[in-house]
């Protein structure tokens, strides 16, 4: 079956450190990586994706992620954390065979501690 | 600044009682979508509009229809609201359902059904 999973509802990091937000993937053929973020009372944001060519994905506000097909992994990363970090972050992906729905994992919920 | 903006941003219902939550763009985009977000959890798509192609997912239940009434406007009714529908509802965009275009959201629509 084709999935998308974040394995940690909780991330915490102090100010300063770098982050990493995991996601993982399982599907049959190449996929369509996003990771949006939510901040409270609030729609999804959109931070970067991956669609073809290099792994490695800058986005918005310093996120970039890697893709690592033989891992199938596209973990989100930070260098430096910020306290206005803390949000909840979510990976999803779109199959190239599905149709136009996004599946979200559960959410991991980063909490940048000053 | 072109943006995806839904009225209202709380929505109190009773049990039964029709209710409609409104979205609109300013971004020209030709998709629109509605998901449903509940409490910590990933958010689920409802259905999107096309165009004026409608797209219905295939669990989403009757009770939830929508209307696409030209390209900057879609609606969301819920005909007979039960304790269960309360959620987040979101509303996204994206220019053509191409696989690897990603979806603009707005801030969401929090529903109470009492």
């Known amino acids: 079956a084709q999935s998308v999973a974040q394995p940690e509802d909780q991330v915490n990091v102090a100010e300063g450190n770098p982050l990493t937000v995991k996601c993982t993937y399982s599907?049959?053929?190449?996929?369509?990586l996003f990771w949006y973020v939510q901040y409270p009372n609030r729609g999804l944001q959109f931070l970067l994706k991956y669609i073809t060519g290099d792994n490695l994905v800058k986005g918005s506000y310093g996120f970039e992620a890697e893709f690592n097909k033989s891992q199938t992994s596209f973990h989100l990363k930070k260098p430096s954390a910020l306290v206005s970090d803390s949000a909840l972050y979510f990976c999803?992906?779109?199959?190239?065979?599905?149709?136009?729905?996004?599946?979200f994992g559960t959410g991991t919920r980063l909490t940048v501690i000053p | 600044d072109a943006m995806v903006i839904q009225n209202p941003r709380y929505q109190v219902t009773q049990f039964g009682k029709p209710v409609t939550l409104s979205c609109s763009q300013t971004?020209?985009?030709?998709?629109m979508y509605w998901y449903q977000q509940k409490s910590s959890q990933a958010p689920k798509l409802l259905f999107h509009?096309?165009?004026?192609?409608?797209?219905n997912e295939a669990d989403t239940p009757d009770n939830f229809q929508s209307r696409r009434p030209n390209t900057s406007f879609c609606f969301l009714d819920i005909r007979s609201p039960g304790l269960g529908d309360a959620a987040m509802y979101l509303c996204?965009?994206?220019?053509?359902?191409?696989?690897?275009?990603?979806?603009?959201f707005g801030p969401g629509t929090r529903l109470t059904v009492t």
């Open positions: 599907v049959s053929g190449n996929p369509y």
């Open positions: 999803a992906v779109r199959f190239q065979t599905g149709a136009n729905n996004l599946f």
């Open positions: 971004l020209n985009h030709n998709v």
């Open positions: 509009y096309y165009d004026k192609d409608f797209n």
């Open positions: 996204a965009t994206s220019r053509r359902p191409g696989q690897g275009r990603e979806q603009y």
